[in-house]
């Protein structure tokens, strides 16, 4: 039976934080590592909870190099070779502890991936990323992958709610990927109806995750530095970023030309454009 939800529902542009007292003297005083324990992998990670999203524009080894100087992470688009990962981690091991492979829920994309981490052992994170990471699929798929790399940490999404939160955490994923369209070039509310205000995501899959000593990943919404740090005080542990690092000479995009301004295209990655340079075209579904 449909019905309407009334509860209040946040985005980041509904709320702003409200200034406490502080010893601090100036905001260059405050320490931005921060060190975490997962979950099922046991595993400790020390950086800044700055995650480059895995997609083909931003999520490039290029962007990685520059990240890690930083102590921040990338989430490496899937796209790359087996042997564009290997010549990268002889070229720069250093970076290799602050990446991620990302993989969809495919056979295709589980044997590619597990060649890459088989081949590259340093790596120790996985990015399932999928569109709806709602179906009984894809939790299945996170069990698989979990029994498969039992001390890697696994990133898995997204999704908005709670109770999807701690089934993927029960079934093995450490951080859950938190968003539903909030993105930029996210076409997703407006094609589906489907989403979730970021900032009440953000705050209810907190809750849920850490109730099971677990993270989340607040991936998708922010347009200023305000915004991630809106995510942030809403109880977010990383906040991915997409359309914040796009336009940077470490982006893979396409530079274009409009007005005299060269600029570097920027897409979602199940736009027509996305579909058309990895799948050959956009998929046609029967009703």
């Not at 010893?23 to 800044?48: A, C, H, M, P, W």
């Amino acid at each position: 039976m449909p019905r309407i939800d009334a509860d209040l529902k946040l985005d980041f542009k509904d709320v702003l934080l409200r200034p406490k007292r502080s010893s601090l003297k100036s905001r260059s005083e405050v320490d931005l590592e921060r060190t975490f324990t997962f979950r099922n992998s046991k595993q400790t990670y020390k950086g800044i909870p700055i995650i480059v999203a895995n997609m083909d524009t931003v999520g490039t080894f290029e962007m990685a190099v520059v990240m890690s100087q930083h102590s921040m992470f990338t989430a490496v688009h899937k796209h790359y070779t087996l042997e564009e990962w290997k010549v990268f981690a002889s070229k720069h091991p250093e970076c290799l502890q602050h990446m991620a492979v990302s993989s969809g829920s495919g056979q295709n994309d589980l044997e590619k991936m597990s060649s890459i981490l088989e081949a590259v052992p340093q790596v120790k994170f996985i990015c399932l990323d999928v569109a709806n990471g709602y179906s009984e699929h894809f939790v299945e798929f996170v069990k698989l992958v979990r029994a498969r790399f039992p001390e890697h940490t696994i990133m898995a999404g997204n999704v908005v709610t709670g109770e999807m939160v701690e089934e993927l955490i029960l079934s093995g994923a450490d951080i859950i990927k938190v968003g539903v369209g909030p993105g930029s070039v996210c076409t997703t509310r407006t094609k589906t109806g489907v989403g979730y205000p970021q900032l009440s995501a953000v705050i209810e899959c907190a809750d849920s995750a850490h109730g099971l000593k677990g993270h989340i990943i607040s991936d998708g919404g922010c347009t200023c530095p305000g915004d991630v740090a809106k995510a942030f005080g809403a109880g977010a542990d990383f906040v991915m970023l997409g359309g914040m690092f796009s336009g940077h000479t470490e982006c893979a995009g396409e530079v274009i030309e409009r007005n005299g301004q060269k600029l570097k295209l920027f897409y979602g990655m199940s736009s027509e454009t996305a579909m058309k340079k990895h799948a050959g075209g956009v998929a046609e579904y029967s009703l």
